[in-house]
């Protein structure tokens, strides 16, 4: 009693069916994630209530621990089940040796996801490959309902133990790669013009002080930690002013309904933690800067 559980992932069937144990054990169901719910149970980790459960440090449990507290007739520790890696997810891949293929089956299975050979469309939630280009890949991005990722996904959430998010770990297509590398290109071409025109005004006046370069501050390893430290305390001290109970929407209408947000020189934990908000507020992360983004957000790193 005075349990307050929240629930995700699962089919009107099967939700109608743990709403029951719930009652039965005198617990309450609550529709939406809020920071005092005793625990969320999941069928998926990735999902955006999960990540939404996470953010606010709600703990998040497998559906047995529900089943197990009713048989027993008494609430078990939660401890024991915790999500794994993978817990939920079906997995495919593309462009990997049989050997790897097989070392990286076991790995997903060992962490409570499931392999498949094949790419389904309602049924396939990640497909790993090595770069873009393959059927499988062009189906997946087709559908829209396929992560395409790299392989050091796999095993960055291995290494954590945990899902991790798989934004920075996407398989880009080769029209995006070839605008990041035209915007790069024009970038150099840029600062190679200022440069030759710096030389020629040099010659032109005879004095090599017509246009002052100056030297990139040098720092030490030491120097450089502290700088970044500094920038992360910055970065924590204003996220720890948002109340993120504030942030979820009681309505339908979510707060972010419709935004496109553009982020760009946040270190990676704090790049997690303002994507997880958006996401949570109903909005959408744009990773190129283009003419569907109505937000950007700047930070100290930039």
């Given at each position: 009693r005075g349990y307050k559980i929240c629930l995700s992932g699962f089919?009107?069937?099967?939700?109608?069916q743990n709403l029951n144990i719930i009652r039965n054990l005198g617990g309450t169901y609550v529709k939406t994630v809020?920071?005092?719910?005793?625990?969320?149970?999941?069928?998926?980790v990735g999902s955006k209530d999960y990540q939404v459960a996470c953010s606010l440090n709600v703990p998040t449990v497998t559906i047995r621990w529900l089943q197990d507290c009713q048989s027993s007739g008494v609430v078990v520790k939660m401890k024991n089940y915790t999500l794994q890696a993978f817990e939920g997810l079906t997995i495919s891949c593309t462009q990997i040796m049989p050997e790897e293929r097989n070392i990286l089956q076991k790995l997903i299975e060992d962490n409570g996801g499931k392999y498949t050979s094949k790419l389904v469309k309602d049924g396939t939630t990640h497909l790993i490959a090595k770069e873009a280009s393959g059927d499988k890949f062009e189906y997946a991005?087709?559908?829209?309902n396929v992560y395409?990722?790299?392989i050091k996904w796999?095993?960055?959430?291995?290494r954590r133990k945990a899902w991790v998010s798989e934004v920075d770990y996407f398989i880009l297509s080769k029209r995006t790669n070839d605008r990041k590398q035209l915007q790069l290109k024009h970038?150099?071409?840029?600062?190679?013009s200022i440069k030759s025109i710096g030389d020629d005004l040099s010659t032109r006046s005879g004095s090599k002080t017509s246009i002052k370069v100056e030297k990139p501050i040098e720092l030490s390893s030491k120097e450089i930690k502290e700088h970044v430290d500094k920038i992360l305390r910055n970065q924590q001290y204003l996220l720890s002013l948002i109340n993120p109970t504030m942030m979820i929407p009681q309505e339908k209408e979510t707060i972010f309904k419709r935004?496109?947000?553009?982020?760009?020189?946040?270190?990676?934990?704090?790049l997690d933690y303002i994507t997880r908000h958006i996401l949570m507020g109903g909005g959408r992360r744009s990773f190129i800067f283009n003419q569907f983004v109505t937000k950007v957000m700047i930070g100290d790193l930039a």
């Open positions: 089919t009107p069937m099967e939700l109608l809020v920071a005092d719910a005793t625990c969320m149970a999941v069928k998926r991005k087709l559908w829209k395409v990722v790299d796999v095993e960055e959430c291995i970038t150099l071409k840029s600062t190679s935004e496109v947000f553009y982020l760009e020189g946040f270190h990676s934990e704090v």
